[in-house]
């Protein structure tokens, strides 16, 4: 357990284009901005520095409908501005100032939905990570499985100190990160499906492009809400999905049903034939319900639920195991230590722990994001980010070369600029090994 002061932080932000519209929910994303933070702390006499970004996300971490894309961008400045502010002078272990963070940010801007108050503290939370990780001259993965981060000293009530210890002991090195490939609910599925506006880049666009060009064999599928037209779509997805080989799916809901409907909806999927394969290869759904009323009351479905942006605080994941939930994602914009204590929570109660993508873009980002699913053990990951966008825009020419250098295994340079190594549908990871934190 390392103790630290923070004596400064700062952050900066760069404009990220999308060279394919990102679609979730009822919002469609063509540009937004990707938040880089640095700070400097104090450890036992000496002084480091550490860096961390994420794409700040519109109309997810809030959803209100009086709010537009660009207003819900600059709630989250406005966020990690009290963030940055906050965090110098605190003191204690990572856990300990992420905590104080929290709670600073709870009382200064209580009318701001919970889930966007994560991402400032998350944000300045991974530069501590790395940060510390310098310091001590250890990789991710090793200060985790060491508790450098003093989790267990600060061990919630739910668990017990020693389920924590033994989940934190069992993380290994990073070798390699299976993806599991996004498809939007008004994505094309077949090169044919691809308008004029193909971007001309060389990259593929359609489902079938992608699976081709990357061999994923694991996909994320977005729903609109609609039961028929969602429906639908599988139907069409599984009849280009069945030609190939194992497969695995989830689903991902993004707060769009009401319980009734969605029972209703699953039954409909479970009852028609040519879904029998699909239906199988369903391994979950991402919160299906309105974050305002998915847990309030006990859930029951056919297949397992877990929660994604109920997963708002600390404790949300214990109080969803108890309501009935087979789990919760990890996001990295959502707290790398919550992440950390939540796969103890999912190892004592034999629940899920999937890896979800907030778009995390090719870089420091992404590789922060790969260290955390790598040490939490998750069978695949989502990514979209360098599907959607990439190429480390707006970075400097040393970073993108520095990088490039140090994770020639995860990155490679290619005509559209920095791009992921994708081969068999995986990315090894072995180069996240080196102490920091993905940087």
Not at 278 to 285: G, H, N
Not at 422 to 431: D, K, L, R, T, W
Request: net charge negative.
């Amino acid at each position: 357990m390392t103790t630290l002061t923070i004596l400064s932080a700062t952050w900066s932000e760069r404009p990220v284009s999308m060279r394919l519209p990102f679609q979730f929910g009822s919002t469609e994303v063509r540009e937004t901005a990707e938040a880089h933070a640095r700070v400097e702390i104090e450890v036992s006499g000496t002084r480091v520095t550490g860096r961390s970004a994420q794409l700040m996300v519109p109309r997810w971490f809030n959803k209100s409908a009086e709010m537009s894309n660009a207003d819900t961008i600059d709630e989250l400045r406005g966020v990690v501005d009290s963030a940055v502010a906050g965090a110098p002078g605190l003191r204690g272990t990572a856990l300990d100032v992420t905590r104080a963070l929290r709670d600073g940010l709870d009382r200064a801007l209580p009318h701001t939905p919970p889930l966007a108050r994560c991402f400032g503290p998350a944000l300045v939370e991974m530069a501590v990570i790395d940060a510390i990780c310098t310091a001590v001259r250890l990789p991710f993965w090793k200060a985790a499985r060491d508790d450098v981060f003093g989790l267990v000293s600060g061990c919630p009530n739910d668990l017990s100190p020693a389920d924590l210890s033994r989940s934190l002991a069992s993380i290994s090195a990073p070798e390699a990160l299976v993806l599991r490939h996004t498809v939007g609910f008004d994505a094309p599925l077949r090169q044919a499906d691809v308008g004029r506006d193909r971007p001309e880049d060389g990259r593929p666009v359609s489902l079938d492009e992608v699976i081709e060009d990357t061999g994923v064999s694991a996909f994320k599928i977005k729903l609109k809400g609609d039961p028929d037209a969602d429906h639908r779509r599988l139907c069409d997805i599984a009849g280009l999905l069945d030609k190939g080989g194992d497969y695995a799916v989830t689903l991902d809901a993004n707060e769009q049903y009401a319980p009734g409907d969605f029972g209703a909806f699953l039954s409909a999927l479970a009852k028609d034939a040519t879904l029998k394969r699909f239906f199988s290869a369903v391994r979950f759904v991402e919160q299906p319900f309105p974050r305002e009323i998915a847990l309030t009351a006990p859930v029951e479905a056919s297949i397992p639920l877990i929660i994604d942006e109920s997963d708002d605080t600390e404790d949300a994941f214990a109080r969803a195991l108890a309501l009935g939930w087979s789990g919760t994602s990890i996001k990295s914009c959502k707290g790398v230590l919550r992440a950390l204590i939540n796969k103890a929570r999912a190892e004592v109660a034999g629940a899920i722990l999937s890896g979800e993508d907030l778009t995390c873009q090719p870089g420091i980002c992404w590789l922060q994001d790969a260290a955390m699913m790598s040490a939490c053990g998750v069978r695949d990951v989502e990514r979209n980010g360098h599907h959607f966008a990439g190429g480390m825009q707006g970075a400097p020419d040393e970073e993108r070369a520095m990088l490039l250098e140090r994770h020639g295994d995860i990155l490679m340079q290619d005509r559209n600029g920095v791009a992921l190594r994708i081969a068999g549908g995986s990315v090894e990871i072995g180069s996240l090994a080196r102490p920091g934190f993905g940087c």
